[in-house]
Antibody, heavy 124, light 107 residues
């Protein structure tokens, strides 16, 4: 059974960088035609796809990333295959970036496995 | 960006009643429309993919239909455990987008 678990600071200061890691267990992050994803949910709101990374030499080059346009200039998704982890960094955060951040595996066309979510609050 | 608009935003329903949630896309997504269920303090779970295909293990009371821009999620005979927020999601084009959600409450 594939499991994903987010980790990272729950509080980030405005203008600083948000960093989250997702640890994958039950499968290799290099196996399968999957996209390793980040999705966020503002309090009481809907789901916002941030982006994902492809970690195989197949359909795309290993390390190919895709981002939502509104966050593309501030978001970076990367993979550490040796640790079976992938990460999100979001620079220059504001209070509008306060949200629950989910990592998820995207097996087209669905997000089939999700972490339980990590609440990040941006506040001074 | 494809915008997904769900209706209603909120529905309070008696057990065993039928629930219908609609999702309208701002442009055609073909059959690339999927439904998720999210219970409080949990992550979303896929229930329907490709508009009408039930995901493994999902009770048969959940069904989906539609093509192009108009889609429906139906729960035939609501049960108490179905209290949740339901989201549609399109994978037709990037960026991937979700509807704003429909919260289903049990009367």
């Amino acid at each position: 059974q594939v499991q994903l678990q987010e980790s990272g600071p729950g509080l980030v200061r405005p203008s600083q960088t948000l960093s989250l890691t997702c640890t994958v267990s039950g499968d290799s992050i290099s196996s399968g035609d999957y996209f390793w994803s980040w999705i966020r949910q503002h309090p009481g709101k809907g789901l916002e796809w941030i982006g994902y990374i492809y970690n195989r030499e197949s359909t795309y080059n290993r390390g190919t990333t895709f981002y939502t346009p509104s966050l593309k200039s501030r978001a970076t998704i990367s993979v550490d295959t040796s640790k079976n982890q992938f990460s999100l960094t979001l620079t220059s955060v504001t209070v509008a970036d306060s949200a629950v951040y989910f990592c998820a595996r995207y097996d087209p066309p669905e997000f089939d496995y999700w972490g339980q979510g990590s609440l990040v609050t941006v506040s001074s | 960006e494809i915008v997904l608009t769900q209706s209603p935003d909120f529905q309070s329903v008696t057990p065993k009643e039928k629930v219908t949630i609609t999702c309208r896309a701002s442009q055609s997504v073909g059959y690339d429309l999927h439904w998720y269920q999210q219970k409080p303090d949990q992550s979303p779970k896929l229930i329907i993919k490709f508009a009408s295909q039930s995901f493994s293990g999902v009770p048969s009371r959940f069904s989906g239909s539609g093509y192009g821009t108009d889609f429906t999620l139906t729960i035939n005979g609501l049960e108490a455990e179905d209290a949740a927020t339901y989201y549609c999601h399109q994978s037709r084009s990037l960026p991937q987008t979700f509807g704003q959600g429909t919260k289903v409450d049990i009367k």
